[in-house]
C-alpha cells in the first residue's frame, strides 16, 4: 500500500511562471490537506480538500493560490504568477475521514518550490 | 490562536543517552496531540498520537507525555541512536474540534556516534 505520493519532489520556477504540484492521497483515503513549510517556519495549514470539495481553503492566500481534488485523479495546488516568496516545501497529507481523535495523519515527502 | 513552541531549538547528544524534547501549546482545548519526525528532504513521520484522555503511549524506545490542563508534552527517547538524528515536530488541533494542525517549528535532535 503505498504511501502519500507526491511530485514533482523539487520544482524551479521562474518569477511569473505556474506551478502545479500534485498530490496522490493513500489508497482509501479520501480526504487531502495541503500544508506549507517556509523557511525556518513551522508548517502552516492551507487547505482542506475532500473528492471534488474544497472543504476549507482559510488558509490559502486568496490571490494566485488555487486548489482542487477532482473525481479521478490527484489533488492539484496551483500557484500562478510565483513570487520568490512562494518559495517553500509544500506537503500533502491524507486520511480515510475527517482527522479526528484516532486517526493519525500522513503526510507525503514533499514539493520543495523554488522561485528564481 | 493556538500557538506551539518546541524547546530546545536544536539539540546534541552522544549516542546512547536520554533525551527529553519539550512542546508547549497555548490553547489546551485539544482532543489529541501528534509527535512527528521530519528526515531532511523527506516527509513528515507520525511517531506517536496521543488522544486528549491519555496521559502517555509508548512506542518502542519513544515515550511521549501529555498534560493538557498545563499546556505541555514531552518526548522521551531512550538510549539515543545515530538513526534518530532528525527534526522532531509537535502538533496538535488549531482550535477545538478542529482538524487543522498547528506545528511547533521543532526540535532538530544529533545524535553523535
Known amino acids: 500500500n503505498a504511501g502519500v505520493m507526491q511530485n514533482p519532489r523539487h520544482l524551479v520556477r521562474r518569477r511569473g511562471q505556474e506551478a502545479r504540484l500534485r498530490c496522490s492521497p493513500m489508497?482509501?483515503?479520501?480526504?487531502v490537506y495541503w500544508y506549507r513549510q517556509l523557511p525556518e517556519e513551522g508548517l502552516k495549514f492551507m487547505v482542506y480538500l475532500q473528492k471534488e470539495n474544497i472543504i476549507d481553503e482559510s488558509g490559502m492566500p486568496k490571490e494566485r493560490f488555487s486548489a482542487e481534488f477532482p473525481k479521478e485523479g490527484p489533488s492539484i495546488l496551483r500557484i500562478q504568477q510565483v513570487v520568490r516568496g512562494d518559495s517553500a516545501a509544500y506537503f500533502c497529507a491524507s486520511s480515510p475521514s475527517r482527522q479526528t481523535t484516532n486517526e493519525k495523519l500522513f503526510f507525503g515527502s514533499g514539493t520543495q518550490l523554488s522561485v528564481l | 490562536k493556538q500557538e506551539v513552541t518546541q524547546i530546545p531549538a536544536a539539540l546534541s547528544v552522544p549516542e546512547g543517552e536520554n533525551l527529553v524534547l519539550n512542546c508547549s501549546f497555548t490553547d489546551s482545548a485539544i482532543y489529541n496531540l501528534q509527535w512527528f519526525r521530519q528526515d531532511p528532504g523527506k516527509g513528515l513521520t507520525s511517531l506517536l498520537l496521543?488522544?486528549?484522555?491519555?496521559r502517555e503511549q509508548t512506542s518502542g524506545r519513544l515515550n511521549a507525555s501529555l498534560d493538557k490542563s498545563s499546556g505541555r508534552s514531552t518526548l522521551y527517547i531512550a538510549a539515543s541512536q545515530p538513526g534518530d538524528s532528525a527534526t522532531y515536530l509537535c502538533a496538535v488541533p488549531s482550535g477545538a474540534g478542529s482538524y487543522q494542525l498547528t506545528f511547533g517549528k521543532g526540535t532538530k535532535l544529533s545524535v553523535i556516534p
Open positions: 496521543i488522544q486528549s484522555s491519555q
Open positions: 489508497k482509501g483515503h479520501s480526504h
